[in-house]
């Protein structure tokens, strides 16, 4: 029997998010399919990506969890570090080849003391080994190409850094930041400040938005796990929405904004931190998640709706 004359297996139309503790090496594309194919899942996307040398949290959503990726994108992401001071690569990581070596003379206590400087809004210049593109073409092919382009300026902000240890001239920390912050550019930054440059050469992220990976799993355990283990692991959708206030409907209400109505707030009973809120999460009476919508204007309009939930 030739390839084209297999059976084809049948795709499972499943709801629900995967907290993937992802490999060494392999890209998060690479980790979304094989994770995808263990499922035999119809529908599948990550939550933004983590480069081949970083480990750890990458949340995967199938089917209708797929509609709220896009909130994780936006969340503050945490990840643990180590860079080594001294020396400076092509790539500001240690998949780059060396190109300065300078004497470290610093010790723990003057690492300590420029952190203040990088904590806040600051200013990054993207690294031109990322994906960003210029005229249509991604900065790391013109960094292929030995060229190097004019690039601007961007605001992140980090929200917590600290030193988890100094075993000199590896340092390793812990950063929360927000979207579009470059680890690596943060590492070779305080290198600077420090006066003898630095590179990573260890990431892990740990958290995305309110996401831990205290419950995550990777791929070789899902590989060695049955189906129903393996669909254990999944957490329900809502598990993308859980920073979002609460709002509840009744039976008229659920059916209304199951059609795309906008709903009156004088007619709804919206107590807690939900009165207030641009965006909540909505569920019907028994507590099935309907989707989210946004609050303004007197009303609750329908943001994006889910047709089946699992767990």
């Not at 010790?107 to 990088?118: K, N, R």
């Not at 393996?230 to 920073?243: C, F, K």
């Amino acid at each position: 029997m030739t390839a084209s004359q297999r059976p084809r297996v049948p795709r499972r139309a499943l709801d629900g998010v995967l907290l993937l503790d992802k490999p060494l090496g392999l890209s998060s594309n690479d980790a979304l399919i094989r994770a995808k194919r263990l499922y035999l899942a119809k529908k599948a996307g990550h939550t933004g990506t983590l480069d081949p040398l970083a480990t750890g949290l990458l949340p995967l959503c199938f089917g209708e969890a797929t509609k709220f990726s896009q909130d994780l994108l936006e969340a503050d992401k945490t990840y643990e570090a180590t860079m080594r001071l001294g020396i400076r690569t092509t790539t500001g990581d240690a998949e780059g080849e060396a190109i300065d070596t300078r004497e470290v003379t610093c010790d723990e206590a003057a690492i300590h003391a420029v952190l203040p400087a990088f904590i806040g809004e600051i200013t990054q210049v993207p690294p031109m080994y990322s994906a960003l593109k210029r005229d249509g073409k991604p900065l790391y092919e013109y960094a292929r190409a030995g060229q190097t382009v004019e690039r601007e300026g961007r605001q992140v902000t980090i929200l917590k850094l600290e030193i988890l240890a100094c075993a000199l001239p590896d340092v390793t920390f812990r950063v929360t930041c927000s979207k579009g912050t470059y680890v690596r550019t943060l590492a070779e930054d305080i290198g600077e400040a420090l006066g003898c440059g630095a590179h990573l050469v260890a990431l892990r992220r740990t958290g995305v938005g309110a996401l831990t990976l205290e419950n995550s799993v990777t791929l070789d355990a899902l590989s060695d796990a049955a189906e129903s283990e393996r669909d254990a692991w999944l957490q329900p959708v809502d598990a993308l929405l859980s920073t979002f206030p609460l709002v509840q409907l009744n039976e008229d209400a659920t059916r209304r904004f199951l059609h795309g109505q906008r709903l009156k707030l004088s007619e709804l009973t919206i107590t807690g931190d939900a009165v207030n809120a641009p965006r909540v999460r909505v569920y019907a009476a028994q507590g099935r998640l309907l989707g989210v919508a946004k609050q303004g204007e007197g009303v609750l309009a329908p943001e994006r709706l889910v047709v089946t939930t699992a767990g």
